[in-house]
């Protein structure tokens, strides 16, 4: 089946999706000309799910297309805060642990998983709609991390088949966990290709699990891809800079993407 | 010609270096120049048995390497052992180098209890400035051992009587065990946390006792504190030679524009020199 299409195509089908999740890590593959798209089409999502959210997230806020953020970490390392951050967000709050959890249960199809209450004390301060449970087995208490389904994933990909199969590259973050938890997945990929797995090198992410591939080379820029291209330091230490207007000129002002259905 | 004598961020570097050495896994720290330098650096220093597990490539990597403000990634791969996910490194690896890890975290605030906050402090007018989250630090606090802090610039608004909001407490998270200890590391000092309290350890060459009492809270044991044992000349060697060349760990003392100006040159020449 051949699942590649035009990034306007995949996005007039998002319209309505409440919750989206955004793929990469730290520097690395944010599908930065996917919300590039986003903002021009001028959808708006009521939560954005971040495992670890930087650039990609702070275009998102800069940009009003997001309501509330998830997560337990943004930020953009190194460079502080961007613009979208510093004006500030709703954010619900996750530790590394929770988030995870949450987005395995919803993996999984199960309803929550636990978390070690000791390792919740702090979140649970913070987010009273998450119950406590004593194990059946031991007693020992823990905190019930909800699913966290997020009804759209978008992950960049070095390479993507025509049947959404993908591979990453080397860092994979969390996006393979992205693809399982999300109700839909579009993989947006710098080369397109007919097949994977002829020459050795394995997906990192099944084209099961993949709805919609969208071929837009240099779409992680500013961020990396590697190895094909590395982060643009100069633009990013820029973009930091910024106020939240300015973002948006440059968030225009970047080269655009390429790519074809 | 004798070397130039060491500067804060470099006495800093290698007191950190030093508290690192020793652990079977070392992790560089996300957003942490100061971090990812002394852990490059204790590699180099004390190469037997620790690997580097660098945050933003997900790898786990015996080789030593350079610090690396825009190309880390680049750096930990090259020769890396494996590639962990997300859910790999948080669910399943760090559960299992519990004692065995070491991973130094610049907090916002910390507490002479050893408590540490890293999400969120009280303005003047009673309302919140989020600053970063939650992270995983509840888990570090159980998995690390001794659970390792820096602050570059040690005063009353970072190192507090009491923390704002209470992240993690480790003492208490590894109380069970009875070998909690925290060491922070500091632009004045080291100090030590355990059941038994908090003290300085060691003031480093150079600082006053009435500057270090000033930026020390209450219930902190500062007499009979030794001098921090200076950097080496081989310590100062491999530091600014082989460790970190560029000067990374001069980032953590900047702001502003002078920090910006700092990390482009870092980036031209990490371009210049890629892994």
Avoid at chain 2, 29 to 56: N, R
Avoid at chain 2, 158 to 163: A, D, H, L, S
Avoid at chain 2, 264 to 271: K, L, Q, T
Wanted: net charge negative; proline share 5%.
């Amino acid at each position: 089946m051949d699942k590649v299409r035009t990034l306007d195509a995949v996005l007039v089908a998002a319209e309505g999706a409440a919750s989206l999740a955004l793929g990469g890590w730290s520097f690395s593959r944010r599908p930065v000309a996917a919300v590039r798209g986003i903002v021009a089409a001028g959808l708006r999502f009521e939560e954005l799910i971040s495992v670890a959210g930087g650039l990609e997230t702070d275009l998102m806020l800069c940009a009003g297309a997001v309501g509330r953020l998830r997560g337990f970490y943004f930020g953009m390392e190194a460079l502080g805060n961007g613009p979208g951050l510093r004006q500030g967000a709703e954010i619900v709050e996750e530790s590394e642990g929770s988030l995870i959890l949450g987005l395995t249960a919803a993996a999984q199809g199960q309803t929550f998983l636990p978390l070690h209450a000791e390792h919740g004390a702090a979140l649970a301060r913070l987010r009273p709609d998450i119950k406590p449970i004593d194990c059946p087995y031991t007693g020992h208490a823990y905190l019930a991390m909800p699913a966290i389904k997020p009804d759209l994933a978008i992950v960049h990909a070095r390479v993507a088949d025509r049947r959404g199969n993908a591979i990453l590259g080397g860092n994979l973050g969390a996006d393979r966990l992205l693809a399982t938890a999300a109700a839909h997945t579009i993989v947006t990929c710098d080369r397109l290709v007919d097949g994977i797995g002829g020459d050795g090198e394995e997906a990192d992410i099944a084209g099961l699990m993949v709805d919609a591939v969208v071929h837009l080379p240099g779409g992680a820029a500013p961020t990396a891809c590697r190895p094909l291209y590395e982060a643009d330091w100069e633009a990013l230490i820029d973009y930091a800079a910024l106020t939240p207007e300015g973002a948006l000129a440059w968030l225009d002002g970047l080269a655009p993407a390429g790519g074809s259905a | 010609m004798s070397a130039a004598p060491p500067t804060t961020a470099e006495v800093m570097a290698v007191a950190m270096s030093r508290e690192l050495q020793g652990a079977e896994l070392v992790q560089l720290g996300l957003a942490s120049a100061l971090g990812q330098t002394s852990a490059v650096l204790a590699k180099h220093l004390a190469p037997d048995g620790l690997l580097l597990e660098d945050p933003a490539a997900l790898t786990l990597s015996d080789r030593p390497r350079r610090a690396r403000l825009t190309r880390s990634e680049a750096e930990a791969e090259a020769g890396c052992i494996l590639h962990f996910d997300v859910t790999e490194m948080v669910g399943q690896v760090m559960p299992n180098v519990a004692g065995r890890m070491r991973q130094f975290i610049r907090p916002l605030q910390v507490d002479a209890k050893g408590r540490i906050n890293t999400y969120r402090v009280a303005r003047k007018d009673g309302s919140w400035l989020r600053v970063a989250g939650l992270a995983g630090l509840a888990e570090v606090a159980e998995f690390a051992n001794p659970f390792l802090l820096y602050i570059p610039g040690q005063d009353l608004r970072g190192f507090v009587e009491e923390v704002d909001f209470c992240v993690c407490a480790p003492l208490e998270a590894r109380a069970a065990m009875g070998d909690a200890r925290i060491v922070l590391v500091t632009d004045l000092a080291v100090f030590d946390f355990t059941a038994a309290g908090t003290r300085a350890r060691s003031i480093h060459p150079g600082v006053s006792m009435e500057t270090l009492r000033a930026a020390t809270p209450a219930g902190v044991e500062l007499d009979g504190a030794a001098q921090t044992a200076p950097p080496t000349d081989e310590e100062l060697r491999v530091l600014r030679e082989v460790a970190d060349p560029l000067g990374l760990r001069d980032v953590e003392f900047l702001r502003s524009e002078e920090r910006r100006a700092r990390m482009r040159e870092i980036a031209r020449a990490e371009a210049a020199d890629p892994a």
